[in-house]
C-alpha cells in the first residue's frame, strides 16, 4: 500500500483546528489574499495621484499653454467676472487668462520697498543736471500739433478753396470716450475691440489723446503696452514707450517708492522690441540727467531679468559711455556688462575710454561708479589692450577707492591683454 504523502506545511491529520493554531502560532494568509490585497492596493493608486505629480503634470499643461498662446495668440476664454480687487486676493484670482502669458520667473523685487543708501543718493545728487529738460507726454505733444495744425490753417490755406482742416468724426470721438472710460476702470478680462484697432490707424496718436493715458489703470496699461508693443513698427512703439509708459512708471516709482507688478511687467512686455525700449525708456532717462537711484535700480532689475540681443544692448552701452555722466549711467552700464556679452572692440573701447576721461574730473566719484569699472575689468580683462590697462592702472591713482581699486589693480595686473600672450609683471 503506498505511503501517504501530506502537502508542504500542512497539519497532522486528526488534529483539531483550535490545537493547529496554538501550533502554528497564527494562520498565515492564503497567496490569493495577498493577491487581492495588492490589486486593491493598486486601483487606489490608479484612482489618486500623489501631490508632486499633480504638480508636475499642472506645470507642463501650463508651460504648454503659454506656448499656445505665444504662437496663435490669446485663449478664448476669459474670466465673466469684470472687475477684482487687486492685493487682496491670490495672483491666481486676479488675473484672467489673457494674464498667463506672463513670465514664470522670479519678480518679487518689482513691488518691494527698495531701500536706499542716503550716502549714495546724496552721491548721485552731485552728478545730476541742474537744469533738467521739461518732460513732455503725449498730451503735450497732441496739443503742439492741434496748435501747429491750426496756425497752418490760418497761415496757408487758400481763401478760394475755403477748406478747413479734417475734424475726426464726433462719433468716433464718442465712442473712444466710453472706451476712456472703460480704460479708467479696468481690472481684468477683455478689452473693447475698439481700442485693440488703434495701432492700424494712422493717427493713431490723436485716438490715445482722447483715452487719457494717465488715467488708465495698472493692468489696462500692461494690456496696451502687449498690444502696441506687438503692432507697431520699432518707431512707433519707441513714441509709444517714451509718452505714455515711461511717464507712467516715473509717477509710479515717485509717488509709492516703488513700481506696480502691472507696470514692471509693462517694462518686460515693452522689451519685446529692444531696440524701441532702449531707445524711448533708457537713453532718454539717462539723457535727462535727473534719473533717480531708484528708478535705475527698478528698471535695471528688468534688464537682468530679460534676454537681450547682443547688438541692441552693445548699441546702448556705446551710446552710455559718450554721453554726459550721472549716476545711474553706472548702474545700467554695469547691469549690461554683466551679462557677459561678446562685445565688439569698438564698444569696449569705448567703455574704456568712458572711465579714462574722469581722469580730469575732480569731483569724488560714487560707489556705484567703482563698481562698474570693477565689472568692466572683471569680465573684459583679456580684451583690452596693454596700453589701455596702464591707463587704467593710472587713473586709480587719481581716484582711489579703499577696497574696490585693490580688486581693480589685481584684475588688470594678473591677466593677458589682447596685443601680447603673456602676464603684466606685478609691480
Not at 533717480?292 to 547682443?310: F, H, N, Q, Y
Not at 568712458?354 to 562698474?372: G, I, K, M, N, S
Amino acid at each position: 500500500m503506498p505511503k501517504h504523502r501530506s502537502s508542504r506545511g500542512s497539519a497532522p491529520r486528526n488534529v483539531s483546528l483550535a490545537e493547529q493554531i496554538l501550533q502554528d502560532g497564527a494562520v498565515r494568509p492564503t497567496k490569493r489574499s495577498k493577491r487581492k490585497e495588492k490589486e486593491a492596493e493598486d486601483e487606489h493608486n490608479d484612482r489618486y495621484v500623489d501631490e508632486k505629480l499633480s504638480r508636475k503634470i499642472l506645470e507642463q499643461a501650463r508651460l504648454q499653454q503659454e506656448e499656445l498662446e505665444a504662437e496663435h495668440g490669446v485663449g478664448k476664454h476669459t474670466s465673466k467676472q469684470k472687475t477684482t480687487v487687486l492685493g487682496s486676493k491670490s495672483k491666481a484670482e486676479n488675473l484672467d487668462s489673457e494674464d498667463e502669458e506672463w513670465p514664470s520667473q522670479d519678480t518679487a523685487a518689482y513691488g518691494e520697498q527698495v531701500e536706499m543708501n542716503p550716502e549714495d543718493e546724496e552721491a548721485i545728487a552731485v552728478f545730476m543736471s541742474r537744469n533738467p529738460p521739461v518732460r513732455q507726454t503725449l498730451a503735450d505733444i497732441i496739443m503742439e500739433k492741434i496748435t501747429e495744425k491750426q496756425t497752418e490753417v490760418e497761415t496757408v490755406m487758400s481763401e478760394v478753396s475755403g477748406r478747413v482742416m479734417p475734424q475726426l468724426d464726433p462719433r468716433l470721438i464718442e465712442m473712444y470716450k466710453g472706451v476712456k472710460e472703460v480704460l479708467s476702470t479696468y481690472r481684468s478680462g477683455k478689452l473693447p475691440k475698439a481700442f485693440k484697432v488703434v495701432p492700424a490707424l494712422a493717427n493713431w496718436e490723436e485716438i490715445l489723446y482722447i483715452t487719457e493715458p494717465e488715467k488708465w489703470t495698472a493692468a489696462a496699461m500692461y494690456q496696451a503696452t502687449r498690444i502696441f508693443s506687438s503692432n507697431l513698427p520699432e518707431h512707433l512703439a519707441q513714441r509709444f514707450y517714451n509718452l505714455v509708459l515711461l511717464p507712467r512708471v516715473q509717477d509710479d516709482i515717485a509717488e509709492y517708492k516703488r513700481l506696480n507688478f502691472h507696470l514692471y511687467m509693462a517694462l518686460v512686455k515693452a522689451l519685446f522690441k529692444p531696440g524701441a525700449w532702449f531707445k524711448g525708456i533708457l537713453i532718454p532717462m539717462c539723457e535727462s540727467g535727473v534719473c533717480t537711484l531708484r528708478e535705475a535700480v527698478i528698471i535695471g532689475s528688468v534688464l537682468t531679468k530679460c534676454s537681450i540681443p547682443v547688438l541692441h544692448s552693445s548699441a546702448a552701452m556705446l551710446k552710455i559711455a559718450e554721453m554726459e555722466y550721472n549716476g545711474a549711467n553706472s548702474i545700467f552700464l554695469r547691469l549690461l556688462i554683466d551679462k557677459k556679452y561678446a562685445l565688439p572692440f569698438r564698444v569696449l573701447d569705448a567703455l574704456v575710454a568712458h572711465f579714462l576721461a574722469f581722469r580730469t574730473d575732480q569731483r569724488e566719484l560714487p560707489v556705484l561708479w567703482h563698481q562698474c569699472l570693477l565689472t568692466l575689468c572683471q569680465r573684459y580683462k583679456e580684451d583690452m589692450l596693454l596700453k589701455q590697462k596702464q591707463s587704467l592702472l593710472e587713473l586709480l591713482r587719481i581716484h582711489n577707492h579703499p577696497q574696490i581699486s585693490n580688486e581693480i589693480n589685481r584684475e588688470l595686473t594678473n591677466s593677458k591683454s589682447r596685443d601680447i600672450e603673456i602676464a603684466m609683471p606685478m609691480d
